[in-house]
Structure formats: C-alpha cells, structure tokens
C-alpha cells in the first residue's frame, strides 16, 4: 500500500469511529445542532410538516446575524437565503446618492432573499437592523428543493404576496401618509418582529429608514409621546398603547398586517 492509499484508509477509518478529519467534517462539526424546536422559532419552517422539515437539517445552518450585516447588495446574486428566528432584517433601496429608504421588513415571520433563489439579480439591499440569530440554507438547495414540488414552494408563493404587499403598502404610506402615521407603522412593524415592547433605536436610524429629516421623527416621536402611545428615552423607545399606535397608523398599516394574517391563518389550517 502506497503512502496516498494508507492516508485515504487512515482518513476513513478516522471518520468512520466518529473522528472528523476533513476540513469539511471538522466545519459540519462545529456546526450548532438543528433542531426542530429551534427551527420553529421561524413561522415559515415551523409551518412545514416535520418530514418536509427534516430534510433541510442537514443543509441548514444556525448563524448570528449582528447589527449592520449586509446579507446582500443591490445588484448582487445571494449564496444563501436566511430564516430570521430573532434578528430583524431591512430590505432598503439605495439611491446613487447614498439615500437610503427602507420598502420592507422581515423578521421570525419570514425569509430573506427568497425572490433570489431562482437566480435573479438583488433588486434591493438587505440589512440587518436588530441583531439575533437566523438559519441560512443555500440557494441552490433551496431551488432544488422548490423544483420538487410539495409543502415548501407553497409556504414560499404565498409569502412572496405577503412580502409584495407590504412593499405596496409602504409605498403608498410614503406617498399619502403623514410623518405621525408612517412613524407608527415603521414602530409597529418592528414590535410584530419583537417579544416585548421596548425597541432599542435612534431617531437618527428612523429616519434614514423612512427618508425623512430627523427633525421630523423628533417631532412625530415627541407628538406620539405626548398622547400616552410611546415613552422615547435616548436610544429605546417603550410602546406603552399599541392599540392606539395601530389606530393612529390606518391603512398605513393595516392593509400589509392583514395580508400576514392570512397567511399564518391559512398555514395553521393545513
């Protein structure tokens, strides 16, 4: 046996008692372990029925996900989608001069980058905006998986018409609503992706999202504090009547709410 023979048995031996001698068998070793009850943390895998589910485990991927990530860029091909648990993703559109608006939000609810998997260009950026954990799973897996048929390519349809209608909304909120009403729903929008009511945020990053000057945020949020809905301090933001964020925000928030609803109504149905 010549010395490239011993060293292929030698490697297999090691890997078959359990020792992990690749590169690749050491990195899938220190992978976090998947789990279904980790997995469910994201409504969209908690949604699949636990053999659909089960069969992503081997290319899922727990992954933190910290403040200020760019998940992708304008223009670029994504290697990964990501299924939020406890982060909180921006998709934002960047103009040539560096403005920035945010058009969406995805949190536990939902996945990032799924308009990409079947190999188009990012039309938009993605960036994490509340730091947390999520599982990423390859595009190319995600393509196969939906060529196939079933549970997965469904959950991901009805998604997308979710998605698209938030950005409709967003878009017409950003046209005909007021400053006081986009504020409430950009506040609202981020407390359905949070377990309490206490967000950590600046006005300077609230503004950027909507594109508006942060003299106005100061003021929506004065104004907003004023009428017992939110108590600000510098940096958190307490949601103290969410009933009444909600009726001060209107449509601006309502129509896309609705949409989600539907979805987890119809999903919990199946």
């Given at each position: 046996m010549n010395n490239a023979q011993l060293g292929g048995a030698t490697q297999k031996a090691q890997s078959v008692n359990g020792i992990p001698s690749t590169k690749e068998e050491i990195r899938a070793?220190?992978?976090p372990v998947v789990s279904?009850?980790?997995?469910?943390?994201?409504?969209?895998?908690?949604?699949?029925?636990?053999?659909?589910?089960?069969?992503l485990f081997e290319h899922l991927e727990l992954v933190p996900m910290p403040f200020g990530k760019e998940l992708f860029e304008?223009?670029?091909?994504?290697?990964?989608?990501?299924?939020?648990t406890t982060a909180i993703v921006s998709l934002l559109y960047v103009m040539e001069d560096g403005a920035t608006t945010e058009i969406a939000v995805v949190g536990h609810e939902g996945v990032v980058g799924v308009s990409l998997f079947m190999g188009e260009r990012a039309m938009c950026s993605a960036v994490v905006q509340s730091a947390g954990y999520g599982y990423r799973l390859k595009t190319q897996f995600l393509r196969d998986a939906f060529m196939k048929g079933g549970a997965l390519p469904q959950l991901l349809m009805r998604y997308?018409?979710?998605?698209?209608?938030?950005?409709?909304?967003?878009?017409?909120?950003?046209?005909?609503s007021s400053i006081e009403q986009k504020l409430c729903r950009w506040l609202l929008d981020r407390l359905d992706r949070s377990?309490?009511?206490e967000l950590k945020v600046t006005?300077?990053?609230?503004?950027?999202m909507l594109g508006v000057r942060r003299e106005s945020i100061t003021a929506a949020a004065g104004k907003l504090q004023d009428e017992g809905l939110i108590q600000y301090r510098r940096g958190n933001i307490t949601v103290l009547d969410r009933a009444g964020l909600e009726e001060y925000a209107g449509e601006c928030y309502k129509v896309a709410k609705t949409e989600y609803?539907?979805?987890?109504?119809?999903?919990a149905a199946r």
């Amino acid at each position: 046996m010549n010395n490239a023979q011993l060293g292929g048995a030698t490697q297999k031996a090691q890997s078959v008692n359990g020792i992990p001698s690749t590169k690749e068998e050491i990195r899938a070793a220190s992978r976090p372990v998947v789990s279904v009850s980790g997995t469910q943390q994201n409504e969209l895998l908690a949604a699949l029925p636990r053999q659909d589910l089960e069969t992503l485990f081997e290319h899922l991927e727990l992954v933190p996900m910290p403040f200020g990530k760019e998940l992708f860029e304008y223009g670029s091909k994504l290697e990964y989608v990501y299924f939020p648990t406890t982060a909180i993703v921006s998709l934002l559109y960047v103009m040539e001069d560096g403005a920035t608006t945010e058009i969406a939000v995805v949190g536990h609810e939902g996945v990032v980058g799924v308009s990409l998997f079947m190999g188009e260009r990012a039309m938009c950026s993605a960036v994490v905006q509340s730091a947390g954990y999520g599982y990423r799973l390859k595009t190319q897996f995600l393509r196969d998986a939906f060529m196939k048929g079933g549970a997965l390519p469904q959950l991901l349809m009805r998604y997308t018409n979710a998605l698209f209608a938030q950005m409709a909304q967003n878009a017409v909120g950003g046209r005909h609503s007021s400053i006081e009403q986009k504020l409430c729903r950009w506040l609202l929008d981020r407390l359905d992706r949070s377990p309490g009511n206490e967000l950590k945020v600046t006005q300077e990053l609230i503004s950027i999202m909507l594109g508006v000057r942060r003299e106005s945020i100061t003021a929506a949020a004065g104004k907003l504090q004023d009428e017992g809905l939110i108590q600000y301090r510098r940096g958190n933001i307490t949601v103290l009547d969410r009933a009444g964020l909600e009726e001060y925000a209107g449509e601006c928030y309502k129509v896309a709410k609705t949409e989600y609803d539907r979805l987890l109504m119809d999903v919990a149905a199946r």
